[in-house]
């Protein structure tokens, strides 16, 4: 008796698998980076809520008029709007990414097949996107609780928009050149919170610009915040205020020109000092 086999059906050939885009790379370590973040409460109650409680506390005691219809509460907010932009940015990447080099995080990143620049794009997306939170909740209180004055027109937001954009990418970019300097994880925090601190006094957020002294005002003027500060002031306050500041209008062009030539120094001083490994790991 003779037994006949039926010939095995061709297996179809595996599919390779599609490897994800550049953008899809991005915003799955985009998605990793606020997960992280959110799950450190004490940063998100510092980065979020520091600039809130400092309006509360600020405008609460301090009330006067400055002249030309604004009021020191106001003056004040628009310090703040670009004080959080400093904070989510500048500082919170100034002291994170030391202790992510200390713990070895950064050296394993950079030993897997990853591109390196997908880490440097969660980090802007992490910042964007607490960046957009924070001035969302500090711009809700403030009209809530101090009847701030919204933009009434297009090309007020647009000027938000883009001091905005050149303020906070400025601050990334420093603050991730910044992290260098740091030589241990807890030395963070000593290295950016001073500086931060420093900027934040001479650069006419807590007290205004103008009543600063004159040397004073001329070292704000190298660093990015008090153009911040400027240009957000001519967002939210009436342009007639212009005329007491120290150039006698908010120079919108110059202060353009000072966010962008700071983008530039932090971009030169991230590939010429970032490090991926901590000193001693060489």
Do not use: H
């Amino acid at each position: 008796m003779t037994t006949t086999t039926k010939p095995a059906a061709p297996v179809a050939a595996a599919a390779p698998a599609r490897r994800p885009g550049p953008a899809s790379l991005a915003l799955r370590q985009g998605r990793m980076e606020i997960r992280q973040f959110l799950r450190s409460r004490e940063s998100v109650v510092f980065t979020l809520g520091f600039p809130i409680i400092m309006v509360l506390i600020f405008a609460s005691i301090f009330d006067g008029d400055l002249g030309n219809g604004v009021s020191y509460t106001q003056y004040f907010i628009t310090g703040m709007i670009a004080t959080g932009l400093m904070t989510v940015s500048f500082q919170n990447l100034g002291i994170w990414i030391p202790i992510e080099r200390d713990r070895g995080v950064l050296k394993r990143y950079r030993g897997t097949p990853m591109p390196k620049w997908v880490w440097f794009a969660g980090k802007v997306i992490m910042v964007l996107v607490t960046g957009v939170v924070m001035t969302a909740l500090l711009l809700g209180v403030s009209v809530a609780l101090f009847d701030l004055d919204l933009p009434s027109t297009a090309s007020a937001w647009l000027t938000f928009g883009w001091v905005s954009a050149l303020g906070i990418t400025a601050c990334t970019l420093c603050g991730i050149a910044i992290s260098s300097l740091a030589r241990t994880a807890r030395s963070g925090s000593a290295v950016v919170t001073p500086i931060a601190l420093v900027l934040q006094f001479i650069s006419g957020v807590f007290f205004v610009f103008t009543n600063l002294p004159t040397w004073m005002q001329q070292v704000a003027a190298i660093f990015p915040l008090k153009w911040m500060c400027q240009g957000l002031r001519a967002v939210f306050l009436p342009e007639s205020f212009g005329a007491n500041e120290p150039g006698g209008s908010f120079e919108l062009t110059r202060v353009a020109l000072v966010l962008g030539l700071w983008c530039v120094i932090g971009l030169v001083l991230c590939l010429t000092t970032f490090r991926w490994t901590t000193r001693r790991d060489g």
